[in-house]
Protein backbone atom coordinates (compact mmCIF):
# COMPACT_ATOMS: atom_id res chain seq x y z
CA UNK A 1 0.00 0.00 0.00
CA UNK A 2 1.51 3.03 -0.62
CA UNK A 3 1.22 6.44 0.79
CA UNK A 4 -0.57 8.44 -1.92
CA UNK A 5 -4.18 8.07 -1.79
CA UNK A 6 -6.17 6.84 -4.69
CA UNK A 7 -7.31 9.47 -7.49
CA UNK A 8 -10.64 8.40 -8.14
CA UNK A 9 -11.67 10.99 -10.36
CA UNK A 10 -10.27 14.39 -11.09
CA UNK A 11 -13.31 16.39 -10.41
CA UNK A 12 -15.31 16.82 -7.28
CA UNK A 13 -18.40 15.64 -6.43
CA UNK A 14 -21.53 17.37 -6.30
CA UNK A 15 -23.50 16.59 -3.32
CA UNK A 16 -26.95 17.82 -1.83
CA UNK A 17 -25.90 18.44 2.36
CA UNK A 18 -28.33 18.85 4.70
CA UNK A 19 -27.50 21.57 7.39
CA UNK A 20 -26.34 20.11 10.77
CA UNK A 21 -25.74 16.35 8.89
CA UNK A 22 -22.32 15.04 9.56
CA UNK A 23 -20.99 12.90 6.38
CA UNK A 24 -17.52 10.94 6.52
CA UNK A 25 -15.42 11.52 3.07
CA UNK A 26 -13.30 9.07 1.80
CA UNK A 27 -9.56 10.02 2.08
CA UNK A 28 -7.96 7.07 0.39
CA UNK A 29 -9.84 6.81 -2.48
CA UNK A 30 -10.87 2.78 -2.14
CA UNK A 31 -14.46 3.38 -0.79
CA UNK A 32 -16.74 1.87 -3.62
CA UNK A 33 -19.49 4.87 -2.02
CA UNK A 34 -17.66 7.69 -3.59
CA UNK A 35 -17.43 10.17 -2.40
CA UNK A 36 -17.88 9.05 0.97
CA UNK A 37 -16.29 6.11 3.14
CA UNK A 38 -17.09 2.65 3.13
CA UNK A 39 -14.37 1.50 5.80
CA UNK A 40 -12.51 0.33 3.01
CA UNK A 41 -9.33 2.10 4.68
CA UNK A 42 -8.74 -0.34 7.42
CA UNK A 43 -5.50 -1.47 7.05
CA UNK A 44 -4.09 1.74 5.55
CA UNK A 45 -2.52 4.74 7.11
CA UNK A 46 -5.76 6.72 5.74
CA UNK A 47 -9.19 7.41 7.47
CA UNK A 48 -12.49 9.66 6.88
CA UNK A 49 -12.14 13.15 7.68
CA UNK A 50 -15.86 14.50 8.89
CA UNK A 51 -17.95 16.57 7.68
CA UNK A 52 -20.58 18.44 9.17
CA UNK A 53 -23.14 20.96 6.75
CA UNK A 54 -23.36 24.10 8.28
CA UNK A 55 -26.09 24.59 5.76
CA UNK A 56 -28.25 22.96 3.67
CA UNK A 57 -26.28 23.04 0.01
CA UNK A 58 -24.84 21.51 -2.91
CA UNK A 59 -20.76 21.22 -1.52
CA UNK A 60 -18.43 20.23 -4.13
CA UNK A 61 -16.64 17.37 -2.11
CA UNK A 62 -12.78 16.46 -3.64
CA UNK A 63 -12.60 13.15 -5.75
CA UNK A 64 -8.63 13.75 -6.68
CA UNK A 65 -8.21 13.18 -2.98
CA UNK A 66 -5.35 15.73 -3.39
CA UNK A 67 -7.12 18.87 -1.64
CA UNK A 68 -5.43 20.89 0.28
CA UNK A 69 -8.91 21.65 1.91
CA UNK A 70 -10.74 18.27 2.37
CA UNK A 71 -13.05 17.11 2.29
CA UNK A 72 -13.87 19.96 -0.20
CA UNK A 73 -12.29 20.32 -3.85
CA UNK A 74 -10.20 23.44 -3.66
CA UNK A 75 -8.91 23.09 -7.45
CA UNK A 76 -5.96 20.98 -7.02
CA UNK A 77 -6.75 18.29 -9.12
CA UNK A 78 -5.85 20.34 -12.24
CA UNK A 79 -2.13 20.06 -11.18
CA UNK A 80 -2.52 16.59 -11.14
CA UNK A 81 -0.81 14.41 -14.08
FE1 LIG B 1 -11.46 5.64 2.12
FE2 LIG B 1 -12.58 5.04 4.43
S1 LIG B 1 -12.80 4.01 2.61
S2 LIG B 1 -11.22 6.66 4.01
FE1 LIG C 1 -9.72 17.00 -5.73
FE2 LIG C 1 -10.80 19.03 -7.03
S1 LIG C 1 -11.38 17.00 -7.13
S2 LIG C 1 -9.16 19.10 -5.62
Redesign the pocket.
Given at each position: MSDAPIIV?????PVEVEEGKTYFWCSCGQSSKQPFCDGSHKGTAFNPVKYTAGSTKKA??????????QP???????K?D
Open positions: QKTPYFFCGCKHSVNLCDGSHAL
